[in-house]
């Protein structure tokens, strides 16, 4: 049997977007509940295109967009590469989605908290330990002071490790499934197969399920991909050796000022320290 990587766009949503079982799953798994009557208990999906009101404003695309029963609204998306312009992008999405709950004559009271969960496959936070990072409106003092209405998640799956703990189980699974699978998996673990969540979602992946057109776009998908972590590569490297440069130049400026002092204070004239520095007249006077 050979499957196929659920973090791709055509089988996160398949899995995600097509399941209210299997997204109902997850988000009480990964979603920072405190209390089992947080949870949610049903979905509907909405629109993943959020599209403005007016034709002069931005719209947007989600991976999944779904409202449980109590009016909250929850989206998650799959990232395959980090880049600052995401987080702006979450911000952007979850923000709309809050705003677009009320018509023009409803009352502030009846907006519900916003969800965004944002799952990774990149490092953006090398120098902070943890996968899980949770974002909410706080006071800058008084941290139990709280603005409740957005709630922002995002994981990093290169950072997660399998543990084993009973109060969070299916919190690994999932983290299991999006990092442990792949196209070079042939056999499932058993310990994720005994969840029935699990088995589902290892079912909608399996290569079998999936058209010859549909096969080709998930290759596309990755190639894409492939091509887009090299442009970033490329500029990386090339912000880096520009760093350098201007490292080396800033280096020989200030070695040019350090010898202009010495020589001033040993009492040479202006026009020879210009001469053996190469600095200017005025840059030399005001050493």
Not at 25 to 50: C, D, R
């Amino acid at each position: 049997m050979r499957y196929l990587d659920p973090k791709a766009d055509l089988t996160f949503k398949k899995v995600f977007g097509e399941h209210p079982d299997l997204v109902i799953s997850i988000l009480n798994a990964l979603l920072p509940f405190e209390t089992e009557e947080e949870h949610i208990v049903e979905v509907e999906y909405l629109p993943i295109e959020l599209v403005p009101e007016t034709p002069f404003k931005k719209n947007s695309i989600v991976d999944v967009r779904c409202r449980d029963e109590r009016g909250r609204i929850f989206i998650v998306e799959m990232q395959m590469l980090w880049s600052p312009a995401f987080m702006h992008r979450v911000l952007f999405n979850a923000s709309k989605a809050y705003v677009r709950q009320l018509g023009s004559n409803e009352k502030y009271e009846l907006l519900q908290p916003v969800y965004s969960l944002n799952l990774v496959n990149d490092v953006f936070m090398p120098d902070v330990e943890g996968y899980y990072h949770d974002y909410r409106i706080v006071h800058i003092e008084h941290s139990d002071k709280i603005i409740e209405g957005l709630r922002f998640i995002f994981v990093e799956l290169p950072k997660f490790k399998p543990q084993t703990f009973s109060e969070k189980k299916m919190h690994v699974l999932w983290l299991r499934y999006l990092t442990e699978i792949n196209e070079k998996t042939r056999i499932i673990p058993p310990e994720l197969m005994e969840s029935p969540e699990i088995r589902k979602a290892v079912e909608q992946i399996e290569e079998s399920a999936f058209s010859d057109a549909q096969l080709e776009g998930y290759d596309k998908f990755w190639d894409g991909v492939r091509v887009e972590k090299t442009l970033i590569s490329d500029a990386l490297k090339k912000g880096h050796a520009e760093g350098r440069a201007e490292g080396r130049i800033e280096g020989e400026r200030i070695k040019q000022l350090e010898i202009a002092r010495n020589l001033k204070a040993l009492g040479l004239d202006v026009a020879s320290i210009c001469q053996v520095t190469g600095l200017k007249p005025e840059e030399t006077e005001n050493l």
